[in-house]
């Protein structure tokens, strides 16, 4: 299949009405921007949790053209409403810490579990026709048992945030088989990226490191920072998100959204210091959480998604990390303190 061009994609968007959940956070914001672009209606549907990265900056070059609902998906009435009308669903909402599932497992399930399930039997009750994709993560594999992984790899995850999500994954497909809801489901490797949190190093490994080098600070590198992993630049996700959805072949299956370029944790710290020209680096043992959750080496093999849906990343780490560090520099003061803090700042400087 031949890569879809941005003239396809806004002939395919153009007037459509999609919905995003958690459309304030970080891959959620970067997607509303794009479909916004792209001349689509675009409703925002985002709790606004705390530490779970919604951040109204995020929207800020289009807030006059999207709808935005401070709700969550675990609110039947509203997701009901909401669902309506809509060509497309982007299902992004969720509890993505790793960390904090380990010690408390509730939000996984409340949020992850039960909130996609109160979204597709709104779909199959208000919405039928619309279609559905959901992002899931890398994480839903746990141990790799070969490299590169494929999509046909055992899915044995090594906590209740990867098991959620991928328990949230299946109720989507039982609603694509069973009751016909088009769906897509995309299992995400390592994102990073403009708008993203950066209060916080629970989830966001990349943009973490990025801050600390932007601070001058030093980088901790766990082991001897040989563990592999594929990163992927938002825009590439986005891009690989939007094509999915209006791919037919697409409809009920699963697809790796990765790079098949391994790199390993050393390489990542050092080509962000080479290219902020701060920071320095250290290595570190794991913590236990940290132990507890470590894979030794993921790579996501793409074969799939290059072959139904033409996409494939094309922006090297280089670049990647080039405009994220430029866009946090531009933009600190409101991703280095929360958005509450930012309004009073705000407020006291108007009083």
């Given at each position: 299949m031949t890569e879809l061009s941005n003239a396809q994609l806004a002939k395919s968007f153009a007037g459509k009405s999609a919905l995003i959940t958690g459309g304030m956070g970080f891959i959620g914001s970067n997607l509303a921007i794009r479909l916004a672009e792209l001349g689509a209606k675009v409703t925002i549907l985002d709790a606004m949790i705390s530490d779970y990265g919604g951040n109204e900056f995020n929207i800020c070059p289009v807030k006059d053209q999207v709808k935005v609902n401070f709700?969550?998906?675990?609110?039947?009435?509203?997701?009901?409403?909401?669902?309506?009308?809509?060509?497309?669903?982007?299902?992004?909402?969720?509890?993505?810490?790793?960390?904090?599932?380990?010690?408390?497992?509730?939000?996984?399930?409340?949020?992850?579990?039960?909130?996609?399930?109160?979204?597709?039997?709104?779909?199959?009750?208000?919405?039928?026709?619309?279609?559905?994709?959901?992002?899931?993560?890398?994480?839903?594999?746990?141990?790799?048992?070969?490299?590169?992984?494929?999509?046909?790899?055992?899915?044995?995850p090594k906590g209740i945030y990867e098991i959620s999500n991928l328990t949230a994954e299946k109720i989507i497909k039982v609603y694509n088989d069973v009751h016909n809801i088009r769906s897509v489901l995309l299992r995400l490797t390592n994102i990073y990226g403009p708008r993203s949190q950066m209060l916080h190093s629970r989830f966001g490994v990349a943009n973490w490191f990025m801050r600390l080098a932007i601070d001058d600070d030093?980088?901790?590198?766990?082991?001897?920072?040989?563990?592999?992993?594929?990163?992927?630049?938002?825009?590439?996700?986005?891009?690989?998100?939007?094509?999915?959805?209006?791919?037919?072949?697409?409809?009920?299956?699963?697809?790796?959204?990765?790079?098949?370029?391994?790199?390993?944790?050393?390489e990542l710290v050092t080509k962000i210091i080479e290219v902020a020209k701060t920071g320095h680096w250290e290595f570190a043992e794991f913590?236990?959480?940290?132990?507890?959750?470590?894979?030794?080496?993921?790579c996501s093999d793409i074969t799939k998604i290059k072959k139904i849906v033409g996409w494939q990343p094309t922006t090297t780490l280089e670049e990647g990390v080039a405009k994220t560090i430029e866009y946090y520099r531009q933009n600190k003061s409101h991703y280095w303190t929360t958005p509450e803090a930012v309004e009073r700042k705000l407020v006291a400087e108007r009083a």
């Open positions: 709700c969550d998906i675990r609110d039947q009435s509203a997701v009901n409403y909401l669902v309506r009308g809509q060509d497309f669903i982007f299902h992004l909402a969720g509890q993505g810490c790793h960390v904090m599932s380990l010690t408390n497992p509730f939000p996984d399930i409340e949020i992850n579990i039960t909130g996609t399930a109160i979204i597709m039997e709104a779909c199959k009750k208000y919405n039928p026709d619309a279609i559905v994709v959901y992002t899931g993560t890398r994480g839903q594999y746990g141990e790799a048992v070969s490299l590169p992984v494929n999509e046909e790899a055992p899915t044995n030093t980088i901790k590198v766990f082991g001897d920072g040989s563990n592999l992993r594929d990163f992927v630049y938002v825009d590439d996700c986005v891009d690989a998100i939007l094509k999915a959805s209006i791919t037919e072949k697409a409809y009920g299956e699963i697809f790796n959204v990765g790079s098949d370029i391994p790199v390993s944790f050393l913590s236990a959480e940290r132990k507890a959750m470590a894979v030794d080496a993921f």
